[in-house]
């Protein structure tokens, strides 16, 4: 299972109280690499080396991000609700799949983007952007009634 | 609509030659900023700043996912097949649409990657490298089949 | 908000007790009518009428599914935990909502099969009967884990 | 793999003309049994027998659809655009499985619509009821461009 030495120390246990829950989840990072231009130009490669192009039009892509979604979704069909951190309701097996279902998500995300030409982190970046204009802070702050109104 | 220059150039018109498929395709590359590491501070920040945490379960992401998924598949719905780079199947409105959609799905899968805790750049990293395992070049070579039946 | 006479009186309050939900669960009865044939052959007439087949390929109607588990999902996402029939979870219009956004992945899922030349009423027929044998009730009575490894 | 016989006859070669796509779809109709209501009391059947409800919650069964609306896709992944009727491009192992998929999805949207305590035969009546004052046939009549507005 990959992880990183970082968070570990911030995976208390899964106390159900909101405070805990939020602190644990703020203090969390993603590492510094590989960047999404390094991952994009990985996958690019390892398409081109296998000659699957041809297999790799957008909506053939799309049907393969909506089928690891699925086996993502299969992940967590029966637990009931999970915490923020998973707490003990993953095993360690269980955590090592996640991790790569998330990828495989991640993975055809990032292909379906190339091949329709969106350069992913501007747009992600332009995205964050104009939410920021859609859920304005002092409308949306903690309000869940208001939170749903806006979705 | 986003686009990052250089890709511009290459996008040549919608041409039904593999060839050129491929050779757009390939030629395409993201920007190097915003890194992931970066995005996901942006993305905690926004959800800190409006006091969301409560709301941002791993099954309610999960679920949130699900929904970008759903209008992401609405853009290409009705479409028929659509060549890699779009062509002339795309309005500029509907690629703005596109990329904002995209990057929906992508901001909830970082936000659930966060939540579950999983180290996304590595995790995606270490599932490129298992993939090259799962799928030797010489086996998998331009053949359908067998891509077909590793999957 | 459409109901069924008989069902309303066993809609309860939302015990948290697992007896009591189980026992609402399996009182639930559907109408008798409309069938599945029925209900396919509105469906044919509606696209018919509107000369809407060559939009209906198999594979937009699978991302018009898609599409509409999105919508589903959306009214599921910011919920939290939702106990068997529902409980005081849903507004009335929350609850008319749903009622919709089942009925429309149902809607695409009946005309996916007639696009796909799939006798409907009788695969599901037949599947059912396969479970039956891949899930023996000794093996898995009661059992999460089993029913666990058996998915 | 499952078929009605009356179907098979109507069942000719994936022509891509849009006539004979038409006349094909339009052909084909739903075995009159079973019906919902008793496919409802067989899965509750199922379900009861193995003293499974207490893992049939609604959200668990949400995502268990998803699950399966992604198996459903991987079929369809690779393919590229597939004709009305399938015409040649699914063998025979590859149809009896689709039928298994297209199953598992209604399966779970008939357990989803028991847990939520919806009588999916009336909701889907009356959403397509509703359909047709949103789509009037004069204003959507063939036309595309129409239909994606609406949508």
Redesign the interface.
Known sequence: M???KE?QAA?TTSSKS?SS??ET??E??????????S??????D?C?????????????L?????????????I???????????GRTFTDNEKEH???E??????Y?IR?????????????????E???KK?P?DK???K?NK??EY?
Chains 1, 2, 3, 4 share one sequence.
């Open positions: 990959l992880s990183n968070n995976d909101t829950t939020c989840n703020f969390f990072k993603f590492s510094s690499e590989p960047t999404l231009e991952l994009g130009e990985k996958l690019l390892f081109k080396e296998r000659n699957w192009q041809e297999f790799h039009s957008p909506r053939n799309l049907l393969a991000l909506v089928g690891e979604v699925g086996e993502l979704s299969e967590f069909q029966w637990k009931g609700e999970v915490p923020v951190g998973l996640l991790e790569q998330i990828s495989d998500v991640f993975i995300l379906l983007a190339q091949a329709c030409k969106v350069d992913l982190p501007k747009a992600v970046e332009s995205k964050i104009l939410n920021k859920y802070i949306c702050f903690g869940s939170y749903n979705h």
